[in-house]
């Protein structure tokens, strides 16, 4: 125990204050608690920060985008589906409470199927591969054309999103068939519409080309006019009326036949036909530039005559609006001095009938019955004028 300090003059201990004893680990702890205060502050303001500038983002001219908030679509000033409008920024909350989904709507998508294509690939058939041997069933791919011909073709279909919601959240089954066929480390981005749009080609493909018979399809297939309406014409509308029933989301461009050819085992004999073909193509291409030909010459000459007649109806009208302008004139002096008017007339006739002549006699006859002639030997001095 401690001892109080005695007070000798009155006899009685002093009680002095009591001061604590310095503690240096709770020291420690007060400013270690301090500094974690002032670090969570700190952090505080980062993580503020931090929601606040790395929620924002923007959408490229290029690309729509879509906010998911815990996995659940939601709308941004009153739009689903964001676009750049110009450059304006958008913001979202960090993940995973939400998720930007963005899209290249504008970049246009090419899907090519080869199930009718037998298993050699197109590039050796190209380079002069093509096996000579039998059809096999199951394993080669081919499609029958209206007259029960088999035919090996290639086609391609171009889309490009048109309902990026449709596309993204639709096909849910599609997507997950890609899923598992998929290997690792394979992306699946838009594999699902993918899938969809070469069933889709695929079966259209199956149903027109079951129409035509093969003489068409070679004609069609060479540029040709085999048949009213091109085939790749006919594949394409199929292929946009299944899409739209389905609502895809997508839109196609084109429908293409990249390449098509008969079974090995007859190919000689479909080469004769694709010969045939050419030269009645290449017969009826000259004909129609004969055509044209003609057409353009007759188109020429019509403007030609339509030319001279509208000149000679101009020249017409303007002689005989001179004629009648002169017999206005002449018909004026006649009713003024006929006697007159009559003889000017009779002289101006007769100088320019005597003008004609290279040679004149003139018969004079007198008062007392005598005959004279006269003679004008050489050309008068103005028509001699003409004549040099």
Same mark, same amino acid.
């Given at each position: 125990?401690?001892?109080?300090?005695?007070?000798?003059?009155?006899g009685?201990?002093?009680?002095?204050p009591?001061?604590?004893e310095t503690n240096?680990?709770?020291?420690y702890l007060l400013?270690?608690?301090?500094?974690?205060f002032?670090?969570?502050?700190?952090?505080?303001?980062?993580?503020i920060?931090?929601?606040l500038?790395?929620?924002i983002f923007?959408?490229?001219?290029?690309e729509?985008?879509?906010l998911?908030?815990f996995?659940k679509l939601?709308?941004?000033?009153?739009?689903?589906?964001l676009?750049?409008e110009k450059?304006?920024l958008y913001?979202?909350?960090?993940y995973p409470i939400?998720?930007v989904?963005k899209v290249?709507?504008?970049?246009?998508?090419?899907v090519?199927t080869e199930?009718?294509?037998?298993?050699e690939?197109?590039?050796?058939a190209?380079?002069?591969?093509?096996?000579?041997?039998?059809?096999?069933v199951?394993?080669d791919?081919?499609?029958?054309?209206?007259?029960?011909n088999?035919?090996?073709?290639?086609?391609?279909a171009?889309?490009q999103?048109?309902?990026?919601?449709?596309?993204?959240?639709g096909?849910?089954?599609?997507k997950s068939?890609?899923?598992?066929q998929?290997?690792p480390?394979?992306?699946?981005e838009g594999a699902?519409?993918?899938?969809?749009?070469?069933?889709v080609l695929?079966n259209?493909?199956?149903k027109?080309?079951g129409?035509?018979?093969?003489?068409?399809?070679?004609?069609t297939?060479?540029?040709?006019?085999?048949?009213?309406?091109?085939?790749?014409?006919?594949?394409?509308?199929r292929?946009?009326r299944?899409l739209a029933?389905?609502?895809?989301?997508?839109e196609i461009?084109?429908?293409s036949l990249?390449?098509?050819?008969?079974?090995?085992?007859?190919?000689d004999a479909?080469?004769?036909?694709?010969r045939?073909?050419?030269?009645n193509?290449?017969? #009826?291409?000259? *004909?129609?530039q !004969? $055509?044209?030909?003609? /057409?353009?010459?007759a &188109? %020429?000459?019509?403007?030609?005559? #339509?030319a001279e *007649?509208?000149a !000679? $109806?101009?020249?017409? /009208?303007?002689s005989v &609006? %001179?004629?009648?302008?002169?017999f206005?004139d002449?018909?004026?002096? !006649?009713n003024?001095r006929?006697?007159?008017?009559?003889?000017a007339l009779y002289?101006?006739?007769?100088?320019?009938?005597?003008?004609?002549?290279?040679s004149e006699?003139?018969i004079?006859t007198?008062?007392?019955?005598?005959q004279e002639?006269?003679?004008?030997?050489?050309?008068?001095?103005?028509?001699?004028?003409?004549?040099?």
């Amino acid at each position: 125990m401690s001892e109080q300090p005695h007070n000798e003059s009155t006899g009685e201990h002093q009680e002095q204050p009591l001061v604590p004893e310095t503690n240096t680990g709770l020291q420690y702890l007060l400013r270690t608690l301090h500094v974690l205060f002032v670090g969570l502050r700190v952090l505080i303001v980062v993580v503020i920060i931090w929601v606040l500038l790395g929620g924002i983002f923007y959408v490229k001219e290029d690309e729509k985008a879509m906010l998911f908030r815990f996995g659940k679509l939601v709308s941004k000033d009153g739009q689903k589906v964001l676009s750049s409008e110009k450059g304006r920024l958008y913001w979202a909350w960090p993940y995973p409470i939400d998720e930007v989904v963005k899209v290249k709507t504008e970049q246009p998508v090419t899907v090519t199927t080869e199930h009718f294509w037998p298993q050699e690939k197109p590039e050796a058939a190209t380079a002069g591969g093509s096996n000579k041997g039998a059809l096999q069933v199951g394993q080669d791919g081919y499609v029958l054309t209206g007259d029960a011909n088999i035919v090996h073709m290639v086609w391609s279909a171009t889309y490009q999103i048109s309902d990026l919601k449709q596309y993204y959240l639709g096909f849910k089954g599609a997507k997950s068939r890609v899923k598992r066929q998929a290997g690792p480390g394979q992306s699946t981005e838009g594999a699902g519409v993918k899938a969809v749009v070469e069933d889709v080609l695929g079966n259209a493909v199956i149903k027109e080309v079951g129409r035509w018979p093969v003489k068409d399809v070679i004609l069609t297939s060479q540029g040709g006019q085999g048949s009213p309406e091109a085939l790749a014409g006919a594949v394409e509308r199929r292929v946009k009326r299944q899409l739209a029933d389905i609502d895809a989301g997508v839109e196609i461009q084109s429908i293409s036949l990249r390449e098509w050819r008969p079974p090995a085992a007859v190919d000689d004999a479909f080469s004769e036909i694709n010969r045939a073909a050419q030269a009645n193509q290449r017969l #009826l291409d000259q *004909a129609g530039q !004969y $055509k044209e030909e003609k /057409l353009a010459a007759a &188109k %020429a000459r019509k403007s030609e005559i #339509l030319a001279e *007649a509208r000149a !000679y $109806k101009t020249r017409t /009208l303007e002689s005989v &609006k %001179a004629e009648a302008d002169y017999f206005q004139d002449i018909l004026e002096k !006649y009713n003024k001095r006929p006697q007159t008017t009559l003889i000017a007339l009779y002289t101006d006739t007769l100088r320019r009938v005597l003008q004609q002549t290279e040679s004149e006699y003139v018969i004079h006859t007198r008062q007392t019955g005598e005959q004279e002639v006269r003679l004008r030997l050489g050309p008068p001095a103005a028509r001699q004028k003409e004549s040099e």
